[in-house]
């Protein structure tokens, strides 16, 4: 089975709304930037929360056959990166989350509603 990026993104965003991953933003860069579809931003209150949500994403991800390209900072559990190929994550702790303020540096990006 062959999954999209939009369908991706859906499977992203419930595995963090099942470890209740707090604000959850996702970002569309599609025509900003090269790097990634989109970036998926949320929070954990603390670092078992933050590497929760980080192990649930990337076993939906792999649930429905997407390979994990990448996690990085998984023992700090401060900003925990997963590189999904068409879409990047950002799992920061909440203390982190506000001094690195992804959204405004992606400013130019249309945030993605939910349903």
């Known amino acids: 089975m062959t999954v999209n990026s939009d369908q991706l993104l859906e499977a992203t965003v419930a595995a963090a709304e099942e470890k209740k991953a707090g604000r959850i933003v996702a970002l569309n ?43 990085e900072g998984m023992d700090s559990a401060r900003w925990v990166l997963i590189d999904l190929g068409d879409i990047v994550v950002h799992v920061f702790h909440r203390d982190e989350r506000d001094y690195y303020n992804l959204e405004r540096l992606w400013s130019d990006a249309k945030v993605v509603e939910f349903a």
């Open 29 to 71: 860069l599609k025509e900003i930037s090269l790097v990634a579809d989109y970036f998926v931003i949320c929070q954990g209150n603390s670092d078992v929360q933050v590497q929760a949500i980080a192990t649930e994403i990337r076993k939906q991800a792999e649930l429905i056959g997407v390979r994990v390209r990448g996690i």
